[in-house]
C-alpha cells in the first residue's frame, strides 16, 4: 500500500509538473518542461522520504518541517542561476519565481494533499498563461527601433525573422538597403521590456552582426 501512495504521488508531480513545464517550454524560458518535472519530483520524493522516516520512529514530527525548509532553501540556488542582468535591469525573475513555485508543489504532493495541489497547479497556470498575456498586451509593452548594420550575406534577413519567430517578436517597417559589402537594417516592434532584451541578446549573438543601434 504505501509503494502504492508514493507511485501516485510521483505520477501526479510528472503531471501537474509537466504541465507547468509546457507553458514554460512554450515561452522559451530555460528552464522548461524536463526542469519543472524534475524540481517538482526531487520536492515531492524528499517530502515523501521524510513522512515515511517520521512515520517509522526514524524522526520527530518536525522532520517534515525541516525537509521542506532544505528543499525550499536549495531551490534557491537553482532559481539565482536563472536570474541575469542586462543593461541596467534584472531578467529572469518569473523562470525563478516559478521554479520556486514547483518546489513548494511538489512538497504539497509529498505531504499528501493531492487537491490542494491540483488547485495550486492550476493557479499557477492561469497565472503564467492569462496573466502573462494580460501583462504582454496592456501593461509593459514598448516600442523599440532597431537599426542594424550586417555582413552581406543572402540569409540575414532569413535568420532575423527565425530570432523574431523564436522570441515572439512581429517586426514592423522593415527595411534593408546594401551599403558597400554590408546590409543596412532597420525595423521597429512593440514588447515587454524582459522579451526586448531577451530579443536582443539573441541578435548579438548572430556572427554577421557588426554595429547595433536601439532608440
Not at 526542469?35 to 524528499?46: F, H, K, S, Y
Request: with cysteine; glycine share 12%.
Amino acid at each position: 500500500m504505501e509503494i502504492l501512495q508514493v507511485l501516485l504521488k510521483l505520477i501526479l508531480a510528472v503531471a501537474l509538473g509537466g504541465l507547468i513545464g509546457l507553458e514554460r517550454e512554450a515561452s522559451q524560458k530555460p528552464a522548461g518542461f524536463r526542469t519543472n518535472i524534475l524540481v517538482c519530483l526531487a520536492a515531492t520524493m524528499m517530502m515523501t522520504l521524510a513522512g515515511m522516516l517520521a512515520g517509522r520512529g526514524a524522526g520527530g514530527a518536525d522532520t517534515l518541517v525541516r525537509m521542506a525548509a532544505g528543499v525550499i532553501t536549495g531551490i534557491g540556488f537553482l532559481g539565482a542561476g536563472t536570474i541575469f542582468q542586462a543593461r541596467g535591469t534584472i531578467a529572469g525573475l518569473t523562470t525563478a519565481s516559478t521554479l520556486w513555485v514547483v518546489a513548494g508543489l511538489g512538497l504539497v504532493i509529498g505531504a499528501g494533499y493531492y487537491v490542494p495541489a491540483v488547485i495550486f497547479a492550476a493557479l499557477t497556470i492561469v497565472t503564467l498563461v492569462v496573466f502573462g498575456r494580460i501583462e504582454e498586451s496592456y501593461l509593459r509593452r514598448s516600442q523599440f527601433h532597431y537599426h542594424l548594420k550586417a555582413k552581406a550575406r543572402p540569409y540575414i534577413l532569413s535568420s532575423l525573422r527565425k530570432l523574431a519567430l523564436h522570441h515572439g517578436v512581429r517586426l514592423e517597417r522593415l527595411t534593408m538597403k546594401q551599403e558597400g559589402s554590408s546590409y543596412l537594417l532597420a525595423f521597429s516592434f512593440s514588447a515587454s521590456e524582459e522579451k526586448e532584451q531577451e530579443f536582443n541578446q539573441g541578435l548579438l549573438e548572430l556572427a554577421d552582426i557588426e554595429e547595433l543601434k536601439i532608440d
